[in-house]
């Protein structure tokens, strides 16, 4: 291959070559960035309201979206009355609220990474009775709202008096469907079938294929699960208001944020008049802003694999 040959891309443009700015580039960038920034300026309000004082946010100054008005003595006083809020009796209650969180989100997840990857690969690569019907109801389980289900979860939790301990509701956060279709379609389209022929030519038992070869290659998908898993059960509100709202302590932190909501005089003048925590615009923003902080994080870690898994069946052999 000559040089010149060696330097024209896929697209057959010269490697060297700059793409020109034509009046149709201009118009497409210059759209998308405002789109952008129709999404953005809402965000980036609400994260420097969490930063402002009562009194900066009140009385309305700041300047632009007012960054004028971020004190560290504003933030030192939200985080007071956060952690403040619940009193004597449930001390740190925000704190206990994120824990609790973490247990469910975390079980749920690697309950889900357990259940999911193996019935993936059963309903890709074996071969038995009612396999399509139980693709079927699976992807019938993916798409029916989470909001038909709490009744009768409830009732089930129930009648084994576990209402209000939060061991029930992780383990029902393992099932996730949704994991089992991306298991499906990964080892269904991404995994070599040679591969598995080959191992089962070499003696190899279905589960040893599993764990041995088709387990190590299967890191993006690994990824995918986990991370969707886990912000499903980091979100998840009307289960844990289902199963926990016995208990104050034992409530998530999508509970104990309308918790928190319910008893700001913004919004209930009523019930805040008792309370010696007086929770504002800022303590709101705060305390929301730190309850997605898990999930910047385990997007972080997983960043890599996601990026490369979320094509994960788009092109096969």
Do not use: C
């Amino acid at each position: 291959m000559s040089a010149t040959g060696a330097r024209v891309r896929a697209g057959g443009r010269p490697s060297g070559a700059v793409r020109r700015w034509d009046a149709g580039r201009i118009a497409r960038v210059t759209f998308m960035t405002l789109v952008a920034l129709v999404f953005l300026y809402p965000m980036v309000g609400f994260f420097v309201v969490a930063l402002r004082s009562d009194a900066s946010v009140a009385d309305g100054t700041g300047g632009f979206l007012g960054i004028g008005g971020i004190s560290p003595a504003g933030i030192a006083h939200s985080w007071h009355e956060i952690i403040s809020y619940g009193g004597s009796d449930t001390p740190h209650v925000y704190l206990t609220w994120i824990g609790n969180t973490i247990f469910v989100a975390v079980t749920g997840a690697v309950l889900a990474l357990i259940a999911a990857l193996p019935s993936g690969y059963a309903l890709a690569r074996l071969r038995f009775p009612g396999k399509r019907y139980v693709l079927i109801v699976t992807l019938l389980a993916m798409v029916m709202p989470n909001t038909v289900l709490v009744i009768p979860l409830f009732l089930e939790v129930n009648a084994i008096n576990a209402v209000g301990t939060l061991w029930p509701v992780a383990v029902i956060m393992g099932f996730f469907p949704f994991g089992v279709y991306l298991s499906y379609i990964h080892f269904r389209t991404a995994m070599p079938f040679e591969l598995v022929e080959a191992a089962r030519i070499d003696g190899l038992g279905e589960i040893r294929i599993f764990f041995q070869i088709a387990l190590p290659i299967s890191k993006q998908a690994v990824a995918l699960v986990a991370f969707f898993s886990f912000v499903a059960n980091w979100t998840n509100f009307f289960l844990p208001l289902a199963l926990l709202t016995s208990s104050f302590s034992e409530q998530t932190i999508s509970v104990g944020i309308q918790s928190l909501i319910s008893s700001s005089p913004l919004f209930n003048p009523t019930t805040a008049a008792g309370l010696n925590v007086k929770l504002y615009m800022p303590e709101l923003a705060l305390a929301t802003a730190i309850s997605t902080v898990p999930m910047l994080i385990v997007f972080i870690v997983a960043q890599r694999f996601l990026i490369r898994g979320q094509t994960l069946g788009a092109v096969k052999g």
